[in-house]
């Protein structure tokens, strides 16, 4: 692929994931005004946001079948078609169920986005992989902390739902450019056709190291998430600190440096090793985990610091696997995505029912736990990375 091209699909990808994550987290201001507007209960709130995780889910799977199927670029347009119609659809539409019906949508076009950006990073990043993963979703968290502050002033002055609306012209500017560029396919002749059999969805779920690195992938989500969902309840009812002040200077403080980490740390893992920057990442993680909770209240000042090493777990990760599927990867790591995303749900839960049973202390410090069983699962896939990967071995 031309040099041009190339640069046109780096361009794609990271303007996607800044868009990704401008998008999703106009929630943050849009969601409660939502609420306010309509009158609706807390309990219609918790099922709208539910449906939308649910819609998400859905729509990653359906995206990884897809890639199987269709290659990398049809279920990226359909994201950008239907994140179009959702956007068009909140702006418009009267009525909360219908709203409902158009974030629905919204939230759909994050599976697909999910699943094809991460996969396409896996064909165009061929060299210093960990290195542009790492940069394309520092993107993301560009985007997650311009969101919030631009959808508020335009909320106080037009109205909230004009933050979706002035974000259609910018998906539809992204539009023009991801549907004139070829999107590379799978290891091509010079007459373009796949010299090889493109893998299934389906035979990514039958392959045991998809399994193995899904389940290293969906602990390390559930560590990284564990400070945004749970820190600010855990300083809160065990500590007594106030979740609007101390609470949100820490979930500030871990994304400032989450973010940072994801800008500058893909240079160091390039020149220390993807599996060896995964294995300080987690010590690292560990010891800051055990810093924090030594210190009670005062490890708000230490726990931040998980930002700098659990930014690197998912990029670094997809890396790793873009490396050891090759050809397949970008319908294997669809498959891994989808894995690890109901993984880490389920850990969520737990750690929830562990605050219910246990206390409100032990949500938050099960982390540690799971952190050590992110370098057990490391030590298990680097063994099994010992054996190499057969493209097309588990072909149908």
């Known amino acids: 692929m031309s040099r041009p091209k190339t640069l046109l699909l780096f361009i794609i990808l990271f303007t996607a994931m800044f868009l990704f994550g401008f998008i999703e987290n106009i929630k943050a201001v849009s969601y409660p005004l939502i609420k306010t507007e309509f009158n609706i209960s807390y309990e219609s709130q ?3 946001v539910s449906v939308m995780s649910i819609s998400y889910v859905i729509f ?3 995206g990884g079948i897809l890639i199987g199927r269709l290659g990398v670029k049809k279920p990226f347009i359909l994201g950008i078609f239907l994140m179009l119609a959702g956007l068009a ?7 909360f169920i219908l709203v409902a019906m158009a974030l629905f949508f919204v939230s759909a076009a994050f599976g697909l986005f999910e699943v094809s950006v991460n996969a396409l990073g896996t064909q165009v990043f061929t060299t210093k992989t960990a290195l542009f993963f790492n940069l394309m979703h520092f ?4 985007g997650s902390a311009l969101s919030p502050l631009a959808a508020g002033r335009i909320a106080t002055v037009l109205d909230w739902r004009y933050v979706y609306l002035f974000s259609l012209p910018l998906v539809l500017i992204f539009f023009v450019p991801s549907i004139v560029t070829r999107f590379p396919q799978a290891e091509e002749t010079g007459t373009g056709k796949s010299t090889t059999k493109r893998t299934s969805f389906f035979v990514a779920l039958k392959t045991p190291m998809v399994w193995v690195f899904s389940l290293t992938l969906g602990i390390m989500i559930a560590v990284e998430l564990c400070s945004g969902n749970w820190a600010g309840l ?6 007594q600190l106030d979740p609007k002040t101390s609470g949100a200077s820490f979930v500030s403080n871990f994304y400032i440096l989450f973010t940072l980490s994801r800008l500058l740390g893909g240079f160091a893992i390039e020149k ?6 995964l294995f300080i990442a987690t010590l690292a993680s560990i010891a800051t985990l055990c810093l924090g909770f030594i ?3 005062r490890g708000i000042y ?3 610091a998980l930002g700098l090493f659990t930014a690197m777990f998912w990029p670094t990760l997809l890396a790793t696997a873009a490396g050891y599927f090759r050809s397949d990867a970008p319908v294997m790591t669809s498959a891994i995505i989808v894995i690890a995303g109901a993984i880490n749900s389920g850990i969520q839960f737990i750690m929830g029912l562990t605050n219910r049973v246990v206390g409100p202390a032990w949500g938050y410090r099960s982390a540690l736990l799971y952190a050590v069983l992110i370098a057990i699962s490391l030590i298990v896939l680097a063994r099994c990375q010992r054996r190499p990967y057969s493209a097309g071995e588990n072909s149908e």
């Open 139 to 142: 993107f993301y968290g560009a």
């Open 46 to 48: 918790g099922v709208m």
């Open 234 to 239: 855990y300083f809160q009812d065990v500590y």
């Open 60 to 62: 990653c799977l359906l």
């Open 302 to 304: 230490i726990l931040p």
């Open 295 to 297: 210190f009670g209240a």
């Open 89 to 95: 659809g909140v702006f418009i539409l009267p009525r």
């Open 272 to 277: 220390i090793g993807y599996m060896r920057s």
